[in-house]
């Protein structure tokens, strides 16, 4: 699975943006595909997660009510609405995909993801 994110860009404390994910070679059916974040200075750390098939959803304690992923079937992408954010959102999100099968089970460490994106900076000045 090849992926693609994009609609990184600047914005001020409060606004919003919108991450997209896009796989090529295959469709995400059977995936979950989430989104993991490096600030400078940090760890890589998760943000957010999709089981494509049957919409189970995981989200990090410091994103919960402010972002909200979802899947376009039609267009093959996940999508990262990022509201509220805050200048600590900065960093560069990357898209990552682990097959699951019939499994509920969504990973929420970078180790248990296999296929990964470029990422897309974000910055959110204060």
């Known amino acids: 699975v090849q992926l693609q994110a994009s609609g990184g860009g600047l914005v001020r404390a409060g606004g919003s943006l919108t991450l997209s994910c896009a796989a090529s070679?295959?469709?995400?059916?059977?995936?979950?595909v989430g989104w993991f974040r490096k600030a400078p200075g940090k760890e890589r750390e998760f943000v957010a997660a999709?089981?494509?098939?049957?919409?189970?959803?995981d989200y990090a304690d410091s994103v919960k009510g402010r972002f909200t992923i979802s899947g376009d079937g039609a267009k093959n992408t996940v999508r990262l609405q990022m509201n509220s954010l805050k200048p600590e959102d900065t960093g560069v999100y990357y898209c990552?995909?682990?097959?699951?099968?019939?499994?509920?089970?969504?990973?929420?460490?970078?180790?248990?993801?296999?296929?990964w994106g470029q990422g897309t900076l974000v910055t959110v000045s204060s």
């Open positions: 990552a995909a682990h097959y699951s099968g019939f499994s509920s089970y969504i990973a929420n460490d970078e180790t248990g993801y296999r296929y």
């Open positions: 070679g295959r469709t995400f059916s059977g995936y979950v």
């Open positions: 999709i089981r494509w098939s049957g919409n189970n959803i």
